[in-house]
């Protein structure tokens, strides 16, 4: 007895040592280098948790032992061994789910962040991620849900507790909440809907019936949208109805140039289509085009000359900062080119003896 006692001593002091020195080697052989290998890196944070675990169980039941409680033994054990053992069964319930959940949470961490939409640029637009960084939130806070009660059921279980009319409650009121939270229902149920028909991914620019933005995160039953302009809009799904996305696959930008009636409109055009070889020539601009800039000619007049459009395709997200350049580069063209820029005029004729200019100068001193 004196010699288990001294070992349930020894135990004590060096369980600490162990665990950590056990830890520091699991990590320094498994998940040092997990940049790039995610799996190798998943499994030896489970393998380090589940070895920290289980020699802390071990530990404790030495102890129990040393101190003549038995965990293991059977139906004449006394109370104090009864509540041993089950300590001992909710310990491996715990150290089960931990395990598992440590594991997954490593790995969804690491698909979320390599597949992550970009930081929102100047411009208000963030760059979309895939599809499968938007499911991983939600999927994530399932499997924590699921892992936790399924651990909190083994171990209840194991301290006595008949779990079977738990489970009949809980599905009784889970019937009830259905019924009397509606609402709750509708955004879980149309946030499932969205997200598997894709209608919006994290990182792209959406417009709903209750705001637009960014999308920044989802949750199981709202989404958080950053507006350009800086407020984030938490919007729950059953509020969110028709959907508009602005950065899926391609979007095609047209602006108008007005030009004066004297402008030689095919210099214009092939002005235009240099401005658009130039940029897609350009080694930080080009890429981001789909379809070059090119001018459609004049599609109407006014007052002050023709109305012509011009129009490029490219990535979204891109446009604005290509409209920027295109605009810069236009300028100097016309500018070479000899190619002006018509400015909206007002036209007044009158009948006054001042004449035409000094008619309409008093008739607008007038107004004022």
């Given at each position: 007895m004196?010699?288990?006692?001294l070992?349930?001593?020894?135990?004590?002091?060096?369980?600490?040592?162990?665990?950590?020195?056990?830890?520091?080697l699991?990590?320094?052989?498994?998940?040092?280098?997990?940049?790039?290998e995610?799996?190798?890196?998943?499994?030896g944070?489970?393998?380090?948790?589940?070895?920290?675990?289980?020699?802390?169980?071990?530990?404790?039941?030495?102890?129990?032992?040393?101190?003549?409680?038995?965990?293991?033994?059977?139906?004449?054990?006394?109370?104090a061994?009864?509540?041993?053992?089950?300590?001992?069964q909710v310990?491996?319930?715990i150290?089960?789910?931990?395990?598992?959940?440590?594991?997954?949470?490593?790995?969804?961490d690491?698909?979320?962040?390599?597949?992550?939409?970009?930081?929102?640029?100047e411009d208000?637009?963030?760059?979309?991620?895939?599809?499968?960084?938007?499911?991983?939130?939600?999927?994530?806070?399932?499997?924590?849900?699921?892992?936790?009660?399924i651990?909190?059921?083994?171990a209840?279980?194991?301290?006595?507790?008949?779990?079977?009319?738990?489970?009949?409650?809980?599905?009784?009121?889970?019937?009830a909440?259905?019924?009397?939270a509606?609402?709750?229902?509708?955004?879980?149920?149309t946030?499932?809907?969205y997200?598997?028909?894709?209608a919006?991914?994290?990182?792209?620019y959406?417009?709903?019936s209750?705001?637009?933005g960014?999308?920044?995160?989802?949750?199981?039953?709202?989404?958080?949208?950053?507006?350009?302009?800086?407020?984030?809009?938490?919007?729950?799904?059953?509020?969110?109805?028709?959907?508009?996305?602005?950065?899926?696959?391609?979007?095609?930008?047209?602006?108008?140039?007005r030009?004066?009636?004297?402008?030689d409109?095919?210099?214009?055009?092939?002005?235009?289509?240099?401005v658009?070889?130039?940029?897609?020539?350009d080694p930080?601009?080009?890429?981001?085009?789909?379809?070059?800039?090119?001018?459609?000619?004049?599609?109407?007049?006014?007052?002050s000359?023709?109305?012509?459009?011009?129009?490029?395709?490219?990535?979204?997200?891109?446009?604005?900062?290509i409209?920027?350049?295109?605009?810069?580069?236009?300028?100097?063209?016309?500018?070479?080119?000899?190619?002006?820029?018509?400015?909206?005029?007002?036209?007044?004729?009158?009948?006054?003896?001042?004449?035409?200019?000094?008619?309409?100068?008093a008739?607008?001193?007038?107004?004022?």
């Open positions: 004196a010699s288990l006692t070992g349930a001593f020894f135990v004590a002091a060096i369980i600490p040592f162990v665990v950590g020195g056990c830890g520091a699991i990590k320094d052989l498994f998940i040092k280098d997990e940049a790039g995610t799996k190798r890196a998943a499994l944070e489970a393998l380090r948790v589940f070895l920290q675990g289980s020699i802390l169980l071990l530990a404790f039941t030495y102890l129990m032992t040393a101190w003549g409680l038995d965990p293991f033994a059977g139906a004449e054990a006394g109370p061994e009864r509540f041993a053992r089950a300590v001992l310990g491996d319930a150290l089960l789910g931990w395990t598992i959940w440590r594991a997954v949470r490593l790995v969804l690491h698909y979320a962040m390599s597949d992550a939409g970009g930081a929102v640029n208000g637009m963030g760059a979309p991620g895939s599809r499968l960084a938007t499911a991983l939130p939600v999927l994530r806070g399932f499997l924590f849900s699921a892992i936790v009660t651990s909190a059921m083994i209840l279980s194991a301290l006595g507790v008949d779990i079977g009319p738990l489970l009949a409650g809980a599905g009784v009121l889970g019937l909440v259905g019924f009397g509606q609402t709750l229902v509708k955004d879980v149920i946030g499932l809907f997200l598997a028909e894709d919006f991914r994290k990182g792209e959406i417009q709903t209750a705001g637009k960014v999308v920044e995160k989802i949750s199981l039953r709202s989404v958080q949208l950053r507006h350009h302009n800086g407020p984030v809009h938490t919007i729950p799904f059953g509020s969110m109805g028709n959907i508009t996305n602005h950065s899926r696959d391609w979007v095609r930008v047209k602006f108008q140039i030009v004066p009636f004297s402008t409109l095919e210099l214009l055009r092939k002005t235009i289509k240099k658009g070889q130039e940029l897609q020539a930080e601009v080009g890429p981001l085009f789909l379809e070059p800039v090119k001018s459609q000619g004049a599609i109407s007049t006014d007052d000359g023709f109305v012509t459009s011009v129009k490029f395709m490219s990535r979204p997200g891109q446009q604005f900062m409209r920027r350049e295109a605009y810069a580069r236009i300028q100097k063209a016309f500018e070479k080119a000899g190619i002006e820029f018509a400015s909206r005029r007002v036209t007044v004729d009158s009948e006054e003896s001042g004449g035409p200019v000094e008619g309409a100068a008739l607008v001193t007038g107004n004022q």
